[in-house]
T-cell receptor
């Protein structure tokens, strides 16, 4: 149980294009989903928290107009990196939380390379 | 906000030895402390967690201890195996706040 999928697993795009990443909870309803960014050999940096049907809460320093988050259903959240630039290249990981439980279950991550 | 410090940043042990990773937290209201294992290029996986109403929890070769007074918690791995090699992250959160604050991670290398 508590499986989270993420798609795509990796993407290479040209500078200036937009990239959408999907995060799905496969066997539970995720009231809250989280988006993290992880640079090589570093910890997980929380970008934003999203609750189904409401606007995402962004961490300080994360541009909400650049990283668009949609949590339209209890099993799907999407992160769109708009007008991607090489500095946006990173490992993006989502996690999902069921109900009031504190445990977060992580997706497999998406490796983004912007050329 | 919460601040979680994790030590050491790297840890090398021989197969069969024990490994201990320590974390401290700053928010005395934090009451949930999970540990995640992340292998290279893969997702973090929850390996054990503890809540503030207990002082110790064990699952086979893995144990976590919590000292609320000192605001620190530790991960103990006994009889380490090469497949234990990974980066381990501690984290903390408190009831009513769903976000986790992560430590910077410990790279554990178990040599055969």
């Amino acid at each position: 149980g508590a499986v989270v999928s993420q798609h795509p697993s990796w993407v290479i795009c040209k500078s200036g294009t937009s990239v959408k990443i999907e995060c799905r909870s496969l066997d539970f309803q995720a009231t809250t989903m989280f988006w993290y960014r992880q640079f090589p050999k570093q910890s997980l940096m929380l970008m934003a928290t999203s609750n189904e049907g409401s606007k995402a809460t962004y961490e300080q320093g994360v541009e909400k107009d650049k990283f668009l988050i949609n949590h339209a259903s209890l099993t799907l959240s999407t992160l769109t990196v708009t007008s991607a630039h090489p500095e946006d290249s990173s490992f993006y990981i989502c996690s999902a939380q069921a109900g009031t439980q504190e445990t977060q279950y992580f997706g497999p991550g998406t490796r983004l390379l912007v050329l | 906000g919460e601040n979680v410090e994790q030590h050491p940043s790297t840890l090398s042990v021989q197969e069969g030895d024990s490994a201990v990773i320590k974390c401290t937290y700053s928010d005395s209201a934090s009451n949930y402390f999970p540990w995640y294992k992340q292998e290279l290029g893969k997702r973090p996986q929850l390996i054990i967690d503890i809540r503030s109403n207990v002082g110790e929890k064990k699952d086979q070769r893995i144990a976590v201890t919590l000292n609320k007074t000192a605001k620190h918690f530790s991960l103990h791995i006994t009889e380490t195996q090469p497949e234990d090699s990974a980066v381990y992250f501690c984290a903390a959160s408190r009831s009513g706040y769903s976000t986790l604050t992560f430590g910077k991670g410990t790279m554990l290398l178990v040599s055969p």
